[in-house]
């Protein structure tokens, strides 16, 4: 059985489909039931870091745009987006005396050598000084996860950047199902329990993207990818659970991308 206990350096990352309820505005139960997580993980003496989508979905809430945004559009609503963003993880982060960092980083930062560089070193500060660092696309300069990606490929590379050994991907669905069918009918024998080798057939059960987010499943598989390269698991498991995180420890249900 696959155990956070194994773990040391744990990056949580975080879909817009389940941080933002579709009113547009934050789910707050879902926060403060990770944020309970989280500070449960650092009195473990786990290193943490987050990856935390929704800049964009919680744009929408004051600004009226199309369902279909250009790339102007979205950035324009991440740009507004981000502050709500912040100020939810602060109030209830704040509820456990934890501080917060706040950086914004593109998947190309993460290759360029003095980017990733400095990016290191500021990830690193701000764990010995005692904060969390929240990490977003930087979603008004970037373009690539605006267009595909939700994250996923970022979070990935932030793992490998920080030298992770877990990213914990909590999203819309429980993990990854072998069909459509078995999603819709939330079908527990569909889902795959655990992927040790990424081929064709695994990345044909990627599914499509959510509403708000998009990502999907086949955007999570890439990053498990990224993951295996790095000597880094990944798990994908549902947000919408009273312990999102630390329910893994209670066989919650999940795919464990651990490479044999």
Known sequence: MHNLNSYNRIVVKIGSAVLVNPKGKIDHVFLANLVKDIAWLRNKNKEVLIVSSGAIALGRKNIALPKNLTLAESQALAAHGQIELMIAWKKHLNKHNIHVGQMLLTPRETELKISANNAKQTLSK??????????NENDTTATDEIKFGDNDLLAAKISNLFQADLLVILSSVDGL???????QNNNASGLIREVTKINAKIKKMGGQASGMGKGGMISKIEAAEICFKNKCDMVITSGNKKKPITGLNAKARATWFVKK
Not at 177 to 183: C, G, K, L, Q, V
């Open 126 to 135: 701000l764990l010995d000084v005692g904060c969390l660092p929240i990490i």
């Open 177 to 183: 199902y072998a069909s459509e069918a078995d999603i």
